[in-house]
Protein backbone atom coordinates (compact mmCIF):
# COMPACT_ATOMS: atom_id res chain seq x y z
CA UNK A 1 0.00 0.00 0.00
CA UNK A 2 1.39 3.42 -0.86
CA UNK A 3 0.25 6.90 0.48
CA UNK A 4 1.22 10.41 -0.75
CA UNK A 5 2.58 13.19 1.34
CA UNK A 6 3.56 17.05 0.68
CA UNK A 7 6.88 17.38 -0.40
CA UNK A 8 8.53 19.82 2.23
CA UNK A 9 12.01 20.56 4.07
CA UNK A 10 12.62 17.42 5.42
CA UNK A 11 11.90 15.36 1.91
CA UNK A 12 12.70 17.62 -1.06
CA UNK A 13 16.29 16.52 -1.80
CA UNK A 14 15.30 13.20 -1.51
CA UNK A 15 12.33 13.94 -3.76
CA UNK A 16 14.72 15.54 -6.72
CA UNK A 17 16.89 12.44 -6.83
CA UNK A 18 14.55 10.19 -7.92
CA UNK A 19 15.00 9.09 -11.53
CA UNK A 20 13.32 7.17 -14.00
CA UNK A 21 14.82 4.97 -17.09
CA UNK A 22 16.54 6.33 -19.64
CA UNK A 23 13.58 5.37 -22.03
CA UNK A 24 11.01 7.55 -19.90
CA UNK A 25 13.44 10.79 -19.66
CA UNK A 26 11.74 12.14 -22.69
CA UNK A 27 8.32 12.29 -21.49
CA UNK A 28 8.64 13.89 -18.04
CA UNK A 29 11.31 16.69 -16.62
CA UNK A 30 13.10 16.10 -13.39
CA UNK A 31 11.67 16.57 -10.41
CA UNK A 32 13.80 19.52 -9.49
CA UNK A 33 12.40 21.61 -12.09
CA UNK A 34 8.73 20.53 -11.15
CA UNK A 35 9.52 21.40 -7.44
CA UNK A 36 10.88 24.81 -8.64
CA UNK A 37 7.42 25.52 -10.71
CA UNK A 38 5.65 24.32 -7.39
CA UNK A 39 7.60 27.04 -5.88
CA UNK A 40 6.79 29.98 -8.46
CA UNK A 41 3.34 29.17 -8.17
CA UNK A 42 2.68 28.74 -4.38
CA UNK A 43 1.14 30.98 -1.67
CA UNK A 44 4.42 32.31 -1.13
CA UNK A 45 4.53 33.97 -4.75
CA UNK A 46 0.65 34.40 -5.90
CA UNK A 47 0.07 38.30 -6.16
CA UNK A 48 -3.33 37.88 -4.48
CA UNK A 49 -5.81 35.30 -3.32
CA UNK A 50 -7.46 35.12 -6.36
CA UNK A 51 -4.17 33.45 -8.45
CA UNK A 52 -5.50 31.36 -11.21
CA UNK A 53 -3.22 28.78 -10.94
CA UNK A 54 -1.37 26.38 -8.24
CA UNK A 55 0.81 23.47 -8.51
CA UNK A 56 0.35 21.08 -5.10
CA UNK A 57 3.60 18.25 -5.28
CA UNK A 58 3.37 15.24 -3.53
CA UNK A 59 5.99 12.38 -2.72
CA UNK A 60 4.69 8.86 -2.86
CA UNK A 61 5.88 6.23 -0.07
CA UNK A 62 5.64 2.97 0.27
CA UNK A 63 5.71 1.67 3.24
CA UNK A 64 8.40 4.87 4.28
CA UNK A 65 10.01 4.44 1.51
CA UNK A 66 9.95 7.63 -1.25
CA UNK A 67 9.31 5.82 -4.45
CA UNK A 68 8.12 8.00 -6.73
CA UNK A 69 6.77 12.07 -7.21
CA UNK A 70 3.45 13.53 -8.75
CA UNK A 71 2.12 17.04 -8.55
CA UNK A 72 -1.62 18.29 -9.51
CA UNK A 73 -2.48 21.48 -10.64
CA UNK A 74 -5.46 23.69 -10.14
CA UNK A 75 -6.58 25.95 -13.11
CA UNK A 76 -9.29 28.64 -12.92
CA UNK A 77 -8.92 28.61 -16.67
CA UNK A 78 -7.89 25.63 -18.42
CA UNK A 79 -6.17 26.58 -21.94
CA UNK A 80 -7.73 23.93 -23.50
CA UNK A 81 -11.21 24.95 -23.21
CA UNK A 82 -11.29 28.06 -20.77
CA UNK A 83 -12.76 25.65 -17.83
CA UNK A 84 -11.59 25.12 -14.56
CA UNK A 85 -9.44 21.77 -14.19
CA UNK A 86 -7.64 20.03 -11.64
CA UNK A 87 -4.57 18.41 -14.00
CA UNK A 88 -2.52 15.24 -12.49
CA UNK A 89 0.34 17.22 -14.01
CA UNK A 90 3.38 14.84 -13.13
CA UNK A 91 3.70 11.68 -12.27
CA UNK A 92 7.02 9.21 -11.76
CA UNK A 93 8.19 6.03 -10.42
CA UNK A 94 11.41 6.10 -9.54
CA UNK A 95 13.04 3.73 -11.74
CA UNK A 96 13.67 1.17 -9.14
CA UNK A 97 10.28 0.57 -7.92
CA UNK A 98 9.07 0.42 -11.65
CA UNK A 99 6.60 -2.16 -11.88
CA UNK A 100 5.13 -2.86 -8.41
CA UNK A 101 1.84 -1.01 -9.34
CA UNK A 102 3.06 2.30 -7.46
CA UNK A 103 2.23 4.40 -9.78
CA UNK A 104 -1.97 3.37 -10.77
CA UNK A 105 -2.48 3.21 -6.74
CA UNK A 106 -0.70 6.88 -6.97
CA UNK A 107 -2.92 7.57 -9.73
CA UNK A 108 -6.14 6.61 -7.20
CA UNK A 109 -4.76 8.79 -4.37
CA UNK A 110 -4.45 11.97 -5.85
CA UNK A 111 -8.12 11.45 -7.78
CA UNK A 112 -9.27 11.01 -4.50
CA UNK A 113 -7.32 14.09 -3.18
CA UNK A 114 -8.70 16.18 -5.99
CA UNK A 115 -12.42 15.47 -5.49
CA UNK A 116 -12.03 17.47 -1.79
CA UNK A 117 -11.48 20.12 -4.06
CA UNK A 118 -8.68 22.25 -2.42
CA UNK A 119 -8.99 25.38 -4.54
CA UNK A 120 -12.67 25.20 -5.61
CA UNK A 121 -14.85 22.97 -7.69
CA UNK A 122 -14.34 21.34 -11.14
CA UNK A 123 -16.16 19.25 -13.35
CA UNK A 124 -13.14 17.18 -14.51
CA UNK A 125 -9.52 16.25 -14.14
CA UNK A 126 -7.91 16.54 -17.12
CA UNK A 127 -4.04 14.81 -17.91
CA UNK A 128 -1.74 15.09 -20.59
CA UNK A 129 1.12 12.65 -21.86
CA UNK A 130 3.32 12.61 -24.48
CA UNK A 131 1.57 10.70 -28.02
CA UNK A 132 4.70 8.33 -27.62
CA UNK A 133 4.09 7.17 -23.74
CA UNK A 134 2.15 4.11 -24.44
CA UNK A 135 1.98 3.34 -21.04
CA UNK A 136 0.95 6.08 -19.39
CA UNK A 137 -2.11 5.85 -21.68
CA UNK A 138 -2.58 2.57 -20.76
CA UNK A 139 -2.79 3.72 -17.59
CA UNK A 140 -5.37 6.92 -17.94
CA UNK A 141 -7.63 4.83 -20.04
CA UNK A 142 -7.78 2.64 -17.73
CA UNK A 143 -9.02 4.64 -15.02
CA UNK A 144 -11.87 6.23 -17.36
CA UNK A 145 -10.13 8.87 -18.68
CA UNK A 146 -10.84 9.79 -22.29
CA UNK A 147 -9.35 11.43 -24.85
CA UNK A 148 -10.80 14.87 -25.76
CA UNK A 149 -7.89 16.26 -28.16
CA UNK A 150 -4.01 17.33 -28.42
CA UNK A 151 -2.29 19.97 -27.36
CA UNK A 152 0.10 22.49 -30.12
CA UNK A 153 3.24 20.72 -28.89
CA UNK A 154 1.14 16.87 -29.60
CA UNK A 155 0.59 15.79 -26.13
CA UNK A 156 -2.78 14.02 -25.42
CA UNK A 157 -5.59 15.46 -23.61
CA UNK A 158 -7.38 13.46 -21.77
CA UNK A 159 -10.46 14.01 -19.39
CA UNK A 160 -12.18 12.48 -16.39
CA UNK A 161 -15.70 13.48 -15.53
CA UNK A 162 -16.32 13.59 -11.47
CA UNK A 163 -19.49 13.49 -9.32
CA UNK A 164 -19.12 16.68 -7.55
CA UNK A 165 -21.39 16.69 -4.16
CA UNK A 166 -25.19 18.65 -4.26
Known sequence: MIEIKAVNHDNWMECIELEVNDAQRQFVNPNIFSLAEAYAHSDA????????YRC????????NNMVGFAMITYEKECDFDDKPTYEIYRIMIDKRYQGNGYGR?????????????????VDV?????????????????GYGFSKVGNEED????????INRAP
Open 45 to 52: NAKDAEEY
Open 56 to 63: IPFAIYSE
Open 154 to 161: GAVVARLA
Open 125 to 141: ITVEWHPDNVVSEKIFL
Open 105 to 121: QAIELLINYIKTFPYGQ
